[in-house]
Nanobody
Framework: EVTLAESGGGLVQPGGSLNLSCAASGFTFGAKDMWWVRQAPGKVLEWVASISSMSNVIWYRDSVRGRFIVSRDNAKNIMYLQLNSLKLEDTAIYYC????????RGQGTQVTVSS
């Protein structure tokens, strides 16, 4: 059974940072490209970042490029998302998934950016 478990969210002021983690199990993590997606209140799910299985291809949506950093540790079956210079509009539930549509995603971790 594919299991994805996100953690690391929280409440942070604008300009602050958070580090999210995604623990994966039930599949060959090191062979799969992975995505971070998010859903803000009242908005549709959107992809945030993706990282190829060997970390050699990384993509970010324009609004987070230069502020977020995605990485993974295939030996530990964990993917990370470092969120820097957070903005109010980054407030959302963040999920990890094995595709950009977010299907099969975990329960998510709430990130709230507020002053």
């Amino acid at each position: 059974e594919v299991t994805l478990a996100e953690s690391g969210g929280g409440l942070v002021q604008p300009g602050g940072s958070l580090n999210l983690s995604c623990a994966a199990s039930g599949f060959t993590f090191g062979a799969k490209d992975m995505w971070w997606v998010r859903q803000a209140p009242g908005k549709v799910l959107e992809w945030v970042a993706s990282i190829s299985s060997m970390s050699n291809v990384i993509w970010y949506r324009d609004s987070v490029r230069g502020r977020f950093i995605v990485s993974r540790d295939n030996a530990k079956n964990i993917m990370y998302l470092q969120l820097n210079s957070l903005k109010l509009e980054d407030t959302a539930i963040y999920y990890c998934a094995t595709n950009k549509y977010g299907s099969g995603r975990g329960q998510g971790t709430q990130v709230t950016v507020s002053s």
